[in-house]
């Protein structure tokens, strides 16, 4: 049964499993979607669903294979109710001007046009394109040829599941929008590594161990000890704060704040540029002139094991990023923002740069030469939840 | 058996769908995970079931340096290391220092229970992982005693997550999810009811307004919770607060707002 929707709903991104899917249908067969809509709608998410970042998605892939609009109003008059029960199944075509208030979703004017019409009728209609009645093409009534048409009838039961999801409320929760102090923080917990895994010395009492050695040799005292658990990720932070960076202000201080709220880094460096980095970078992020430190001061004192994370647009003018001279703050001790992006990439072992406004494969345009370019040099992820996940990935792999 | 449904209790307000997910959880004899903002009654919904069904609740809190042994069995060597050195009776008798956790308290009961896992996220990522079998089985095995205890009936288990960490997918697969979004306006009042028997009807509408005014601040960083505004609504009734001075003087902010950040935000936007 509803085998298609397994398909539409993996369509849209949900990656339901074969044991979730056989729960479900487990499920139907115990009767638990109780017959109805909302019943199927409540049941499904919460088995197939299992987070609240993808309930859109199920909201999205369950209004497209349920398409029949099945919406809650005032019952008709008893007489329209009763033809209404009897009728065969019939598709599509449309009475176009309902249709395109309820594709609006504009349901104060679907239901004006709908009460207008339950009081101007007053007999049986069936299979015309105006009337409430079966069969018909009209917008109201069931069985009918309108697909976007409103359900009247025939069916037991409220079914508005179609409001619930019509609202989309989980929208907000989506990996893919833009995202909020909390969900960096979760993103930037994923950066660790302990350095259990390091060569480091056993300083750290292990207990267990000690009680085992100590049972083990008859009982007398016997101390173990292993390498402590710490984090030993270092990273380095480059924030654009340019003129196009402005709307993002918000989302770059999120992001500044969730770093510095996860204190489980070994070392936290947090530098500012204006649209382009070259020879200096600033210590805050007013970028004033005279408040800045060298590269070259950084590269000697930061390791290569730093992770480097830069946020900027990529929007840079190329002449800006190419040309000796394209620093208007001033020198560039002779060298382009291009090389000095190339110096700071290959100081580096892992560095990925994070774009708020990130075009990914339509960079080709000829306008987006410079986010183009520093996506060669750089691992360039768009600024979210999923971005910044793989983003993270990308730093913490092996090589 | 199946008659049995859950509709809340009279401390406790579920919405529609948490109650289908309770019924589903407990007829498909799956785990119910819970996720939700903090404050928005996790943990209680637990103590609700019990209630309820009337069965007794076992509670395991996770803490960071939680294992999942830990909610099995401890065997307790340093007692017997320990007794054995005094000499104590019974010290070849394994059992004695085999301590059953909430998880083995819970499947050795005889008769059916609640079994609460609380904060899951808050163990190490690997930890759901190592319940996967004890979960799906409901036994385990003690090997020092070579000892299989197994749940005489299944317990109705409630997971527990803030989010803070990710959850493995194969946990994932196995529960049943709910996500408890923050109440609306109705829902709240609905609830706050439930905690209050005679509330001034201005204080409350007032104070209701105000809240959902200090949630609409984007800039707020940690928005008031249900259990703050509870809080909240009980100090301006013991303190004889004047409805009317609610929305522009916000007494006793700080039982709502918890950092100075936000306080001063609120303040800066406070009509007078």
């Known amino acids: ?399 | 058996m199946n008659e049995m449904k859950f509709t809340g209790s009279k401390e406790y307000v579920a919405s529609p769908e948490l109650m289908a997910a309770v019924d589903v959880a407990r007829a498909l004899e799956k785990p119910l995970l819970i996720k939700g903002e903090p404050g928005t009654g996790k943990t209680m919904l637990a103590e609700a079931i019990s209630q309820a069904f009337n069965m007794p609740l076992y509670i395991w809190n996770i803490k960071s340096t939680t294992k999942a042994q830990d909610g099995l069995y401890v065997y307790d060597t340093i007692q017997r290391l320990y007794d054995s050195q005094f000499g104590e009776e019974g010290v070849d008798d394994i059992k004695r220092y085999i301590k059953l956790g909430k998880l083995g308290e819970a499947f050795k009961s005889e008769e059916q229970v609640i079994l609460l896992i609380d904060e899951i996220d808050k163990a190490d990522l690997e930890f759901p992982n190592d319940l996967l079998w004890e979960l799906d089985k409901m036994e385990f095995y003690i090997h020092e005693t070579r000892e299989t205890i197994k749940a005489k009936t299944r317990p109705i288990v409630i997971i527990t997550s803030n989010a803070e960490k990710e959850l493995p997918d194969a946990f994932l697969r196995r529960c049943i999810f709910h996500y408890i979004a923050f109440p609306e306006k109705e829902e709240m009042d609905e609830i706050v009811r439930v905690h209050f028997d005679n509330i001034d009807e201005n204080l409350l509408k007032q104070a209701m307004d105000t809240f959902y005014w200090i949630r609409s601040i984007k800039e707020v960083r940690k928005k008031p919770s249900t259990s703050e505004l509870i809080d909240w609504l009980n100090a301006l009734t013991i303190g004889g607060i004047d409805p009317e001075i609610i929305r522009t003087k916000l007494p006793y902010l700080g039982v709502l707002i918890k950092k100075d950040e936000d306080v001063e935000i609120v303040n800066k936007r406070k009509i007078y």
């Open chain 1, 1 to 399: 049964m509803f085998t298609d929707f397994l398909y539409v709903l993996r369509e849209k991104g949900l990656n339901v499993s074969l044991t979730e899917w056989i729960t479900f249908m487990d499920a139907l067969d115990k009767g638990l979607a109780y017959s109805s809509l909302e019943g199927l709608y409540n049941l499904g998410r919460m088995i197939l669903v299992k987070t609240e970042s993808d309930y859109d998605k199920f909201d999205m892939a369950f209004m497209e294979y349920f398409k029949n609009v099945h919406i809650d109003m005032e019952m008709p008059p008893e007489i329209i109710m009763k033809f209404l029960d009897k009728g065969e199944m019939d598709t599509s075509k449309l009475n176009a001007d309902i249709y395109s208030y309820i594709q609006k979703r504009d349901m104060a004017e679907t239901k004006r046009m709908y009460r207008e019409r339950v009081t101007e009728q007053n007999q049986e209609h069936n299979g015309g394109n105006y009337w409430i009645g079966t069969s018909g093409g009209s917008a109201f009534g069931h069985s009918g040829r309108n697909p976007g048409g409103l359900r009247i009838g025939g069916h037991p039961g409220q079914q508005s599941a179609f409001q619930v999801m019509g609202e989309r409320k989980y929208q907000d929760f989506r990996h893919d929008k833009t995202l909020d102090i909390r969900q960096f923080q979760m993103a930037f917990r994923r950066l660790r590594q302990f350095s259990a895994k390091l060569d480091v010395a056993k300083t750290e009492l292990d207990l267990d161990k000690t009680i085992d050695s100590t049972c083990n040799n008859g009982g007398y005292l016997k101390l173990e000890f292993d390498k402590p658990r710490k984090n030993s990720v270092k990273l380095l932070l480059l924030f654009d704060c340019g003129g196009t960076m402005m709307p993002f202000s918000e989302l770059c201080n999120d992001l500044f704040q969730a770093v510095h709220k996860a204190n489980h880094f070994k070392d936290v460096k947090t530098y500012y540029f204006h649209n382009c980095i070259y020879s200096k970078v600033y210590k805050d992020a007013e970028c004033e002139m005279g408040n800045w430190v060298d590269l070259d001061y950084l590269f000697r004192h930061t390791d290569k094991d730093y992770k480097v994370i830069i946020v900027g647009d990529a929007q840079m003018a190329p002449e800006e990023l190419f040309d000796v001279n394209g620093n208007y703050r001033g020198p560039n001790d002779g060298r382009s923002g291009y090389e000095w992006n190339k110096l700071l990439r290959d100081k580096y072992k892992k560095a990925i740069w994070l774009n708020p406004r990130f075009h990914g494969k339509l960079n080709d345009l000829a306008w987006m030469e410079s986010e183009r370019t520093l996506a060669e040099i750089y691992d360039m992820y768009p600024l979210t939840i999923d971005g910044l996940k793989a983003g993270i990935t990308k730093l913490m792999a092996p090589r």
